[in-house]
T-cell receptor
Framework: RKEVEQDPGPFNVPEGATVAFNCTYS??????FFWYRQDCRKEPKLLMS???SGNEDGRFTAQLNRASQYISLLIRDSKLSDSATYLC??????????FGSGTRLLVRP | DGGITQSPKYLFRKEGQNVTLSCEQN?????MYWYRQDPGQGLRLIYY???????QKGDIAEGYSVSREKKESFPLTVTSAQKNPTAFYLC????????????FGQGTRLTVV
C-alpha cells in the first residue's frame, strides 16, 4: 500500500464548478499535512496547510480526518487558472515528507 | 532574497558516468530533501536529511548518494548504478517545526544519453 494515495484523475470540469479531491495516508503517526499545486514542468508550490480543525482560504477549503486518515481539498467556483496537478503531502514525526502521485484538474471554458 | 537554488537547470551526461546535482539554501532550514519526478508521475523521495552530517534513505535511494556537510548544502550524486537516471530532480528544504512550508528549487532536468 502506498503511503499517500490520491485519485490521479483527470478531473475535467467547467468554469464555475465545485470540485473535491481526496487523499488517504497510511501512517497514523503523521503530524503535518499539506496541499501543493504543481504546474506543468515546474516545481510544486504550497496551496495550503491542512489543520485538524479544517481551514479555508478564499475558494479553497481543506479538511483533515485523523480517525479515517483522510484529507480533502474542495475548490469552489473553479477558474481556468486552477488547471494544474494537486499534490497531497504528509509529514511524519521524523520529518519524512511524502507526496501523493497527484490529481490532475482541467477546468474548461 | 532567501531561497533554494538548484544547479544546473539542464544536465546531459553519458551513460555510465556519475553526476552531482547541486542544492543550496540560505533559509537556515534544518531539513532538506531530494525527489525524483518522471513524466506524468508524482514526486518520489530519494534521500532526506534532518540535520548536518545525518541523512536517511527515502523510497528510491538505490543508485544515489548524498552528503550533508553543511547546513545550507545537500548535493545529490547520481551514480552509474542508477539504471534509469533520466528524470526531473527536485530539492526541497523545510524549517524543523511541524506545519511549516517546504520550499523547492526550480529543479534539474537530467538526461543520460
Amino acid at each position: 500500500r502506498k503511503e499517500v494515495e490520491q485519485d490521479p484523475g483527470p478531473f475535467n470540469v467547467p468554469e464555475g464548478a465545485t470540485v473535491a479531491f481526496n487523499c488517504t495516508y497510511s501512517n497514523s503517526a503523521s503530524q503535518s499535512f499539506f496541499w501543493y499545486r504543481q504546474d506543468c514542468r515546474k516545481e510544486p508550490k504550497l496551496l495550503m496547510s491542512v489543520y485538524s480543525s479544517g481551514n479555508e482560504d478564499g475558494r479553497f477549503t481543506a479538511q483533515l480526518n485523523r480517525a479515517s486518515q483522510y484529507i480533502s481539498l474542495l475548490i469552489r467556483d473553479s477558474k481556468l487558472s486552477d488547471s494544474a496537478t494537486y499534490l497531497c503531502v504528509v509529514m511524519d514525526s521524523s520529518y519524512k515528507l511524502i507526496f501523493g502521485s497527484g490529481t490532475r484538474l482541467l477546468v474548461r471554458p | 532574497d532567501g531561497g533554494i537554488t538548484q544547479s544546473p537547470k539542464y544536465l546531459f551526461r553519458k551513460e555510465g558516468q556519475n553526476v552531482t546535482l547541486s542544492c543550496e539554501q540560505n533559509l537556515n532550514h534544518d531539513a532538506m530533501y531530494w525527489y525524483r519526478q518522471d513524466p506524468g508521475q508524482g514526486l518520489r523521495l530519494i534521500y532526506y536529511s534532518q540535520i548536518v552530517n545525518d541523512f536517511q534513505k527515502g523510497d528510491i535511494a538505490e543508485g544515489y548518494s548524498v552528503s550533508r556537510e553543511k547546513k545550507e548544502s545537500f548535493p545529490l550524486t547520481v551514480t552509474s548504478a542508477q539504471k534509469n537516471p533520466t528524470a526531473f530532480y527536485l530539492c526541497a528544504s523545510i524549517e524543523g517545526t511541524p506545519n511549516t512550508e517546504a520550499f523547492f528549487g526550480q529543479g534539474t532536468r537530467l538526461t543520460v544519453v
